[in-house]
């Protein structure tokens, strides 16, 4: 038997073709049985990282930055002379058109929200990630 959720809300989104289609063969690899379930994952880690407030003190994180060729490389050598705190970049050309940067950075975490916000404004920035952790372990 189906348990039945009353409170569930039933969202609809717009996504095109191409991007529909790479989801579900992406939720297929990790095992997930439905959109649903694979989008409720989704927005948790989203909110997750939203909530990522209030923590006393610096925290380190790892960002990786995947981009296309469009990226105007001047605004984003301007954002990283701008945040001092990145203490390691690394460069990688992953194929003609794609590079990929990973950064450390030690900063408050408002600070590191701030440089991942530049980020994903930036134009022909396709994937920003992170991985984050307090430095008082
Ligand atoms: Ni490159």
């Known amino acids: 038997m189906r348990a039945i959720f009353l409170n569930n809300m039933i969202v609809s989104m717009s996504m095109d073709d191409e991007l529909l289609a790479r989801f579900d063969d992406a939720l297929k690899t990790k095992g997930y049985s439905t959109r649903s379930e694979a989008m ?28 296309g060729k469009e990226v105007k490389k001047p605004e984003l050598m301007r954002i990283q002379h701008r945040y001092r705190e990145i203490s390691t970049m690394l460069h990688t050309h992953i194929d003609p ?37 307090a430095c008082e372990v």
Request: with cysteine.
């Open 40 to 67: 409720r994952d989704l927005v948790r880690t989203f909110i997750s990282d939203c909530d990522w407030e209030g923590e006393e003190g610096d925290s380190i994180a790892v960002i990786t930055l995947l981009y």
């Open 97 to 133: 058109i794609n590079c990929l940067e990973v950064y450390v950075i030690k900063a408050s975490s408002d600070r590191i929200k701030e440089l991942l916000k530049e980020f994903r404004g930036l134009q022909g920035v396709k994937v920003v990630k992170f991985v984050k952790s």
